[in-house]
C-alpha cells in the first residue's frame, strides 16, 4: 500500500532543484507549483453551481496527499481531455474519510469547473531552484483571482510539440515499455537456463506450416505458467482450442504507447532470419504429440553463436501497429533482403514520440533496452540485427537523430508571473 504524506513534494523536489530554470530579471514569479506525477493526481467527482462547492478526492495511484483544510489551488484543464492549463484558487473547508476534500470557489472560476482530471495543492512561494522551497502564506494565495488561464504556446509540427502533461506521460509510457522488454528478455536468459539454448522464433508444425510462437513457450517464465497449461501444443495457434487461450493476452506483450481499448494483438516481436539470434526451421515437430520432445532433439542455438557480443545484437523490437500480430501467431519482423529498417510496416515500429521524432524499443540480448530513433539508417541498424557478421559497430551510431535514450528531465511546471502593474499571469513551463 503507497503511503501518502503531505511532505512528499518537499522529498520528491529535492532531485529536480538544479534543473529548474531560473526566472529572468523581467519576470517576477510569485508562486510556482510542479505537476509532481505524469497523471493527474486528483479527480473532481462532484460540482454543486448553486453553493460554489467541488469535491475532490484523489486519483487511484496517486502518492500525494489531500491539503489540510485552508486555501489552495486547483489545478484544471480548459478544454476537455485538454492539458492542464487553468489554476482555480479554492478553500478547502472539509476534509472527508477516503481521502476526500470539499473545497469552495469564488464566482469567477464557475465556467472552468467540472469533473474529471485535477491537481490539489498549495503552491510554493517564488520560483522553484531560485529560493528554498517554503510554502507560499495563506495570505499570498488569498491574493489570487479566482481564475487564471495560461496562454497557449504556438505549437511545432513535429511529435515532440506536446504540452507539458502529454510530454510527462509519453515519457511514462516508454518507461513501461522499456520494462516490458526487459522482461520478456529476463525470460529468454532463464529459457536458455533451463533448455541450454535459445526458444525458437516459431515451433513448425508436422504439416511444415508455423503451430506455436516464442511467446507461447515464454509464458513459464513470465509467472504465466497456468494460461501455458491451457494451451494445447497438439494443434497448431489458431486452432478453437487455442484461440481461446489467444483471448487472455499477457499485459507484458501490449505496448503503452498503443492507444485504444484492450485487444490480442502484440507490440513486441523477435528479430528473425539466418543471420539473426532467432533462425528460422530450427524446431520441427515430427507429429502432434511431438511437443515438448522436439525441443531436445531441436539444432541447438545458444549464447556461443552471439559472436557479435550480446551488448551488440538485437532480440526482440517494437512492432508497427499495421502488423495486427494476434500475440499466439508465430509471426515476427524478418530481417532479410527486403528489411526495409525502423518506422516502416514491415520493419521494426517506431510508435513512441521523442522530441521532433518518433523511437523504436530494442531489447538487446544483453538483456538491456534502448531506443533508436527512426532517423538511423537500414544499413547501420542491420549490424546490431546480425548475431555474427563480424561488423565493426559502434552504440553511438544508434543515437543519430535523437535516438539516444533521454537524459533526466524536471517536472512540468506551473509559473505564477506578476507583472509591473501587479496583474498575474500563469504560465506552463
Same mark, same amino acid.
Given at each position: 500500500?503507497?503511503?501518502?504524506?503531505?511532505?512528499?513534494?518537499?522529498?520528491?523536489?529535492?532531485?529536480?532543484?538544479?534543473?529548474?530554470?531560473?526566472?529572468?530579471? *523581467?519576470?517576477?514569479?510569485?508562486?510556482?507549483?510542479?505537476?509532481?506525477?505524469?497523471?493527474?493526481?486528483?479527480?473532481?467527482?462532484?460540482?454543486?453551481?448553486?453553493?460554489?462547492?467541488?469535491?475532490?478526492?484523489?486519483?487511484?495511484?496517486?502518492?500525494?496527499?489531500?491539503?489540510? *483544510?485552508?486555501?489552495?489551488?486547483?489545478?484544471?484543464?480548459?478544454?476537455?481531455?485538454?492539458?492542464?492549463?487553468?489554476?482555480?484558487?479554492?478553500?478547502?473547508?472539509?476534509?472527508?474519510?477516503?481521502?476526500?476534500?470539499?473545497?469552495?470557489?469564488?464566482?469567477?472560476?464557475?465556467?472552468?469547473?467540472?469533473? =474529471?482530471?485535477?491537481?490539489?495543492?498549495?503552491?510554493?512561494?517564488?520560483?522553484?531552484?531560485?529560493?528554498?522551497?517554503?510554502?507560499?502564506?495563506?495570505?499570498?494565495?488569498?491574493?489570487?483571482?479566482?481564475?487564471?488561464?495560461?496562454?497557449?504556446?504556438?505549437?511545432?509540427?513535429?511529435?515532440?510539440?506536446?504540452?507539458?502533461?502529454?510530454?510527462?506521460?509519453?515519457?511514462?509510457?516508454?518507461?513501461?515499455?522499456?520494462?516490458?522488454?526487459?522482461?520478456?528478455?529476463?525470460?529468454?536468459?532463464?529459457?536458455?537456463?533451463?533448455?541450454?539454448?535459445?526458444?525458437?522464433?516459431?515451433?513448425?508444425?508436422?504439416? =511444415?506450416?508455423?503451430?506455436?510462437?516464442?511467446?507461447?513457450?515464454?509464458?513459464?517464465?513470465?509467472?504465466?505458467?497456468?494460461?501455458?497449461?491451457?494451451?494445447?501444443?497438439?494443434?497448431?495457434?489458431?486452432?478453437?482450442?487455442?484461440?481461446?487461450?489467444? *483471448?487472455?493476452?499477457?499485459?507484458?506483450?501490449?505496448?503503452?504507447?498503443? *492507444?485504444?481499448?484492450?485487444?490480442?494483438?502484440?507490440?513486441?516481436?523477435?528479430?528473425?532470419?539466418?543471420?539473426?539470434?532467432?533462425?528460422?526451421?530450427?524446431?520441427?515437430?515430427?507429429?502432434?504429440?511431438?511437443?515438448?520432445?522436439?525441443?531436445?532433439?531441436?539444432?541447438?542455438?545458444?549464447?556461443?553463436?552471439?559472436?557479435?557480443?550480446?551488448?551488440?545484437?538485437?532480440?526482440?523490437?517494437?512492432?508497427?501497429?499495421?502488423?495486427?500480430?494476434?500475440?499466439?501467431?508465430?509471426?515476427?519482423?524478418?530481417?532479410?533482403?527486403?528489411?526495409? =529498417?525502423?518506422?516502416?510496416?514491415?520493419?521494426?515500429?517506431?510508435?513512441?514520440?521523442?522530441?521532433?521524432?518518433?523511437?523504436?524499443?530494442?531489447?538487446?540480448?544483453?538483456?538491456?533496452?534502448?531506443?533508436?530513433?527512426?532517423?538511423?539508417?537500414?544499413?547501420?541498424?542491420?549490424?546490431?540485427?546480425?548475431?555474427?557478421?563480424?561488423?565493426?559497430?559502434?552504440?553511438?551510431?544508434?543515437?543519430?537523430?535523437?535516438?539516444?535514450?533521454?537524459?533526466?528531465?524536471?517536472?512540468?511546471?506551473?509559473?505564477?508571473?506578476?507583472?509591473?502593474?501587479?496583474?498575474?499571469?500563469?504560465?506552463?513551463?
Amino acid at each position: 500500500m503507497l503511503t501518502r504524506c503531505a511532505g512528499i513534494g518537499r522529498v520528491f523536489l529535492g532531485s529536480w532543484l538544479l534543473l529548474m530554470a531560473v526566472a529572468s530579471a *523581467e519576470e517576477r514569479v510569485v508562486m510556482s507549483y510542479p505537476l509532481f506525477s505524469p497523471a493527474p493526481t486528483h479527480r473532481i467527482v462532484a460540482v454543486d453551481a448553486t453553493t460554489r462547492q467541488v469535491r475532490i478526492e484523489l486519483a487511484e495511484g496517486a502518492m500525494l496527499s489531500i491539503p489540510g *483544510e485552508g486555501q489552495a489551488v486547483l489545478v484544471v484543464a480548459s478544454k476537455k481531455g485538454g492539458p492542464l492549463d487553468t489554476l482555480v484558487r479554492v478553500n478547502v473547508a472539509e476534509i472527508l474519510e477516503g481521502n476526500v476534500a470539499v473545497a469552495t470557489f469564488g464566482p469567477g472560476a464557475l465556467p472552468a469547473i467540472q469533473e =474529471g482530471p485535477a491537481v490539489l495543492g498549495r503552491p510554493f512561494a517564488g520560483l522553484i531552484g531560485e529560493r528554498p522551497a517554503d510554502t507560499a502564506t495563506t495570505k499570498a494565495i488569498r491574493s489570487l483571482p479566482d481564475l487564471l488561464v495560461a496562454k497557449a504556446k504556438p505549437l511545432g509540427n513535429g511529435p515532440g510539440d506536446f504540452n507539458p502533461i502529454a510530454k510527462a506521460r509519453a515519457a511514462a509510457r516508454r518507461a513501461a515499455s522499456s520494462n516490458h522488454l526487459k522482461q520478456i528478455a529476463l525470460a529468454f536468459h532463464i529459457f536458455h537456463d533451463a533448455y541450454g539454448c535459445f526458444p525458437p522464433a516459431a515451433v513448425i508444425g508436422p504439416d =511444415g506450416k508455423p503451430w506455436h510462437s516464442w511467446r507461447v513457450l515464454l509464458l513459464p517464465f513470465i509467472e504465466e505458467l497456468d494460461l501455458y497449461k491451457q494451451y494445447d501444443f497438439s494443434q497448431p495457434w489458431d486452432s478453437p482450442k487455442n484461440l481461446a487461450v489467444a *483471448e487472455k493476452m499477457p499485459a507484458i506483450f501490449r505496448d503503452p504507447a498503443r *492507444e485504444g481499448p484492450p485487444d490480442t494483438l502484440t507490440d513486441y516481436a523477435a528479430i528473425t532470419g539466418e543471420a539473426a539470434i532467432f533462425q528460422p526451421g530450427v524446431v520441427t515437430m515430427t507429429s502432434a504429440d511431438d511437443f515438448p520432445a522436439c525441443l531436445k532433439t531441436a539444432k541447438k542455438v545458444g549464447f556461443a553463436s552471439i559472436t557479435d557480443g550480446t551488448s551488440n545484437t538485437i532480440l526482440f523490437a517494437t512492432v508497427d501497429p499495421a502488423r495486427k500480430i494476434p500475440w499466439t501467431k508465430p509471426e515476427d519482423i524478418v530481417l532479410d533482403d527486403t528489411f526495409p =529498417g525502423i518506422g516502416k510496416p514491415a520493419g521494426i515500429g517506431a510508435i513512441h514520440p521523442l522530441g521532433d521524432g518518433r523511437v523504436g524499443l530494442f531489447a538487446f540480448a544483453d538483456g538491456s533496452v534502448h531506443l533508436i530513433a527512426d532517423t538511423v539508417d537500414t544499413e547501420t541498424l542491420r549490424k546490431f540485427l546480425t548475431r555474427a557478421g563480424g561488423e565493426v559497430v559502434d552504440s553511438s551510431d544508434l543515437s543519430s537523430g535523437g535516438g539516444a535514450p533521454p537524459g533526466p528531465s524536471r517536472p512540468p511546471l506551473l509559473k505564477i508571473i506578476a507583472a509591473d502593474d501587479g496583474t498575474l499571469r500563469l504560465e506552463v513551463d
